[in-house]
């Protein structure tokens, strides 16, 4: 049991730090799903999106 006293003692014990690793967690996995979730629909939609057929209705000047 060293394994998980050794995390209560750093993470769980002090709430200030307990409250920035959730926080911080809670950060990290927003970010995540926010970029595979994008990843995965810019799959799903390719060739229908704006920014893949700009090209034909935007003329250069």
Partial sequence: MPLTNTIYNA???R???FVGA????AFAF???FDTTSDK???RINRGRQ???IR????EEE
């Fill in 50 to 52: 704006w920014k893949d």
């Fill in 55 to 58: 090209h034909r209705y935007v």
């Fill in 15 to 17: 709430n200030h730090i």
């Fill in 30 to 32: 927003e970010m995540l």
């Fill in 11 to 13: 993470v769980f014990r």
């Fill in 40 to 42: 995965i629909w810019d």
């Fill in 22 to 25: 959730v926080f911080t967690g």
